[in-house]
Every structure is written in C-alpha cells, then in structure tokens.
C-alpha cells in the first residue's frame, strides 16, 4: 500500500519560510513524478510543482516561482517544498501526490492527507 505523508505545515509571517516533507512508503518512486499542490478555502485545488524522481526535473507554477524550491531525496524517499518569501495569499492546505510518468499530467494516483500553511500579514 502506497502512503504519502506530508509534514512541515504552520503559521509564519510574511516574508518568512517553510519546508514541507512528503515521506512515501510502498513503493519507489522510479519513473514517478511527484507533484505538490495547495487548495485555499474556497478555492479549487491548483497546482504548485513537481519533480521527475529519476533526473530530476523541476516544474513550477508562475505564482510561486522563484521562490519554492521543490527537490527529492532518493535514499529518503522524500520530496521536500521549500517555500520563501511567502504572501498571505499561499495560504492553503498544502498536498504531495505521486503519478506515474506514463500517466497523463495532473493525473495523480496517490494523495498525501495535506498540511495547512497559513501566512499573515
């Protein structure tokens, strides 16, 4: 059974940062791509980053880049987010998920059960 467990959620300031944790258990994650996404209340769930586990290519939304850093630690069987210079508007329950790369893109099988990052101003 494939677990994504997320950790590293909280309350900061504008301007300050974060890192988010997915650890994945089950499986490895060759040939997998892993994705983070957030839904703000009221709000559909959108799309942050990814990364490719084998090469490590990196994918990120207009809004966040240049300041979230998504990178993988393959020993760990982690993905990490680190998030900087973060906006009240980042605000949201941020998930992981993990695809395979022969699934369509935002084509997610496995869903971590999120982390809240709130920011004030």
């Known amino acids: 059974q494939v677990q994504l467990v997320e950790s590293g959620g909280g309350l900061v300031q504008a301007g300050g940062s974060l890192r988010l944790s997915c650890v994945v258990s089950?499986?490895?994650?060759?040939?997998?791509?892993m994705g983070w996404f957030r839904q703000a209340p009221g709000k559909e769930r959108e799309f942050v980053a990814a990364i490719r586990w084998s090469g490590g290519d990196t994918y990120y939304a207009d809004s966040v880049k240049g300041r979230f850093t998504i990178s993988r630690d393959n020993a760990k069987n982690t993905a990490y987010l680190q998030m900087n210079s973060l906006k009240p508007e980042d605000t949201a329950v941020y998930y992981c998920?993990?695809?395979?790369?022969?699934?369509?893109?935002?084509?997610?099988?496995?869903w971590g059960q999120g982390t809240q990052v709130t920011v004030s101003s």
């Open positions: 089950g499986r490895t994650l060759s040939n997998y791509r």
């Open positions: 998920a993990a695809r395979p790369e022969s699934n369509r893109a935002y084509e997610y099988d496995y």
